[in-house]
């Protein structure tokens, strides 16, 4: 099992920026990829970024590229999502994943609400 612990959202005005903040605990060892996720209102689920254990390979949605960057630190087991220059469509609840030994994405955390002004 793997509890996910996400912090750091809030309500900010367009161009600002926010990091958002993933605690791992439990059997962060089998970790192999964590990624940030983001549900908007009446909207699907859809994936922000994705980055590996090993080796850090990363994946942007569209439309967060040159915006938006992932991090992990493994000694912290903490996953980061630095969000800059948002946009009122950036507005949504924010889950941070886990995915085990290359499997899907089973292990999310609570949530966090970011929500941008224009």
């Known amino acids: 099992q793997v509890q996910l612990v996400e912090s750091g959202g809030g309500l900010v005005q367009a161009g600002d920026s926010l990091r958002l903040s993933c605690a791992a605990s439990?059997?962060?060892?089998?970790?192999?990829?964590m990624g940030w996720f983001r549900q908007a209102p009446g909207k699907e689920r859809v994936i922000v970024a994705r980055?590996?254990?090993?080796?850090?390979?990363?994946y942007y949605a569209d439309s967060v590229k040159g915006r938006f960057t992932i991090s992990r630190d493994n000694a912290k087991n903490t996953l980061y999502l630095q969000m800059n220059s948002l946009k009122p469509e950036d507005t949504a609840v924010y889950y941070c994943?886990?995915?085990?030994?290359?499997?899907?994405?089973?292990?999310w955390g609570q949530g966090t609400q970011v929500t941008v002004s224009s």
């Open positions: 439990g059997r962060t060892f089998s970790i192999s990829s």
């Open positions: 994943a886990a995915s085990l030994g290359g499997g899907p994405y089973e292990y």
């Open positions: 980055i590996s254990y090993i080796g850090g390979n990363t």
